[in-house]
């Protein structure tokens, strides 16, 4: 199984990023997502999330800036990212995992699988 997260930049605040993780070597279409990321000096933490049928979750601090997006068609996941500010830096990690209930997906835990990242830069 390999995720490939890519898209990472360095923007200004108020900028957009989209991220894109590509997925092989798993079902894609019976598998939920969800993208974390990890700050300097902090712990990973949940951003969004889709199930497999299409349901999104987002931690509060992006809702109305994020928005999550799959393609079945293509295994791929992808998170639109706008009006990002500086407390959005991190490195940015896709993972997938066997679970669909919504809920669960805020736990890294729930997780099977995990990219390797793309940094994310938003400069003031």
């Known amino acids: 199984v390999q995720l490939q997260a890519s898209g990472g930049g360095l923007v200004t605040a108020g900028g957009s990023l989209r991220l894109s993780c590509a997925a092989s070597?798993?079902?894609?279409?019976?598998?939920?997502m969800g993208w974390f990321r990890q700050a300097p000096g902090k712990e990973r933490e949940f951003v969004a999330s889709s199930t497999r049928s299409g349901g999104t979750l987002y931690t509060d601090s992006v809702k109305g800036r994020f928005t999550v997006s799959r393609d079945n068609a293509k295994n791929t996941f992808s998170l639109q990212m706008n009006n990002l500010k500086p407390e959005d830096t991190a490195v940015y990690y896709c993972a997938a995992s066997m679970r669909g209930i919504l809920s669960a997906l805020r736990e890294s835990g729930t997780y099977d699988y995990w990219g390797q990242g793309t940094l994310v830069t938003v400069s003031s």
């Open positions: 070597g798993l079902t894609f279409r019976g598998k939920s």
